[in-house]
């Protein structure tokens, strides 16, 4: 094997399919390789004699240098009680704050070509053009085009009336109509109509787009919906069989969905309870929570999500960060830092989870140290160590 990788063609071929085995195939080989140990001597024949007798006594010992745990970034953490809150699992919907969102309309009735990279999460600037609308080949033409006409030919007969009213030629009151007649026909008129650019009425985000690329739309009907930067709204759905819960209630952790982002915890992006709709027949069967956040969080309006309602905190209790947490065949586990080169695969019983941690109730204890990063490179270690049956590094 360690032929094979001294051999560039091919770890490079190998690197460029799957960087992520060839890293598990190196962790394998430095933690099997005999002969890497003898080389080096890091281990005399006593200590590895004594090492293999405990690994045989608990099978759950994982071995992994220093080097090796700061090369794939393991990191740990110590266990210590502490505050925890209950909280309760609900699905729930990041919306923008009615107060924080502008609508772009049609200037005129036509035909709508979007401008290049307005689409739904875009960034905008107030003026900035979202798309042009023509009524060229559209059947009535175009009503803006005759309010031109109009003015047209409204300021042609006030410009005839002038001279004649003058001279006495003609009275005021014709001349008066000819002039109302002229203003009538400047307000139907509209510049922007005719230019048939749409705007953004403000900066900040597209959260929605209400006409696609090609679509007739009408004079004053939606093209874009865009929300500022300032908040967004957190609507959360509580089981009616929780409704318990309400008056406890003192945050929020939200878990994105289809993503590798880590929880987020609106107390971080200076979240708050909004109110509470409990006479709400939206959605039978459940309880509107609202939560206020700041929009520069991760979560984009629009953007559905698992969310953790905070509940009533109790003091004393030891729980774990969620990454430290691996499960096998229904059981979870932690890992455990018994040693300088040793990691304990520990079984606990797990409680409740306010998103970003969870409650541990037995298994490890005030003052262990617990893996909370690079669990994956831990479990690997946990396969190339495992002396299998027959094994011995008696040569």
């Not at 609900?90 to 609508?103: F, G, N, Q, R, Y």
């Not at 994105?256 to 979240?271: L, M, Q, S």
């Not at 309870?273 to 069967?285: A, F, H, N, Y």
């Amino acid at each position: 094997m360690q032929s094979f990788f001294k051999m560039p063609k091919y770890y490079k071929m190998i690197y460029r399919l799957s960087p992520r085995l060839v890293l598990a195939t190196l962790l394998f080989v430095s933690m099997t390789s005999c002969h890497d140990h003898d080389k080096h001597g890091d281990h005399s024949e006593e200590d590895k004699s004594e090492l293999e007798e405990h690994k045989h006594d608990n099978p759950n010992i994982v071995h992994l240098s220093p080097e090796d745990a700061t090369r794939f970034g393991i990191k740990v953490e110590g266990v210590t009680p502490g505050s925890f809150c209950e909280a309760v699992r609900v699905a729930a919907e990041v919306l923008p704050s009615a107060s924080d969102i502008a609508t772009a309309s049609a200037t005129t009735s036509g035909i709508l070509t979007l401008a290049e990279g307005v689409t739904q999460g875009s960034s905008v600037k107030a003026g900035q053009t979202i798309g042009r609308i023509t009524s060229k080949g559209v059947s009535g033409g175009d009503p803006n085009a005759s309010a031109k006409v109009a003015i047209d030919n409204a300021k042609r007969e006030l410009d005839r009336l002038k001279p004649l009213l003058d001279d006495g030629l003609v009275t005021r009151k014709e001349y008066n109509d000819a002039l109302a007649a002229y203003n009538s026909a400047l307000a139907a008129f509209s510049p922007a109509a005719a230019s048939g650019v749409v705007t953004a009425p403000r900066s900040g985000i597209i959260t929605s787009l209400s006409a696609s690329q090609g679509q007739y739309v009408e004079t004053g009907a939606p093209i874009a919906s865009i929300s500022g930067t300032g908040i967004v709204t957190l609507r959360a759905l509580l089981p009616v069989r929780e409704s318990s819960f309400i008056p406890s209630i003192s945050g929020a952790v939200i878990t994105p969905h289809g993503t590798n982002e880590p929880p987020i915890d609106i107390a971080d992006y200076n979240g708050r309870l909004l109110s509470v709709s409990t006479t709400s027949t939206e959605t039978p069967g459940y309880i509107p929570v609202y939560f206020s956040m700041s929009a520069n969080s991760p979560m984009l309006p629009g953007s559905a999500s698992e969310v953790y309602i905070k509940g009533a905190a109790a003091q004393g209790v030891i729980s774990v960060p969620v990454s430290a947490l691996t499960e096998q065949l229904g059981e979870k586990f932690v890992y455990v830092k018994i040693g300088r080169d040793d990691y304990e695969k520990r079984p606990v019983s797990a409680g409740r989870s306010d998103g970003m941690r969870v409650e541990v109730r037995r298994g490890v204890a005030e003052g262990d140290s617990i893996v909370i990063a690079g669990l994956s490179f831990v479990r690997l270690a946990e396969q190339a160590t495992v002396v299998p049956e027959g094994h011995s590094h008696n040569h």
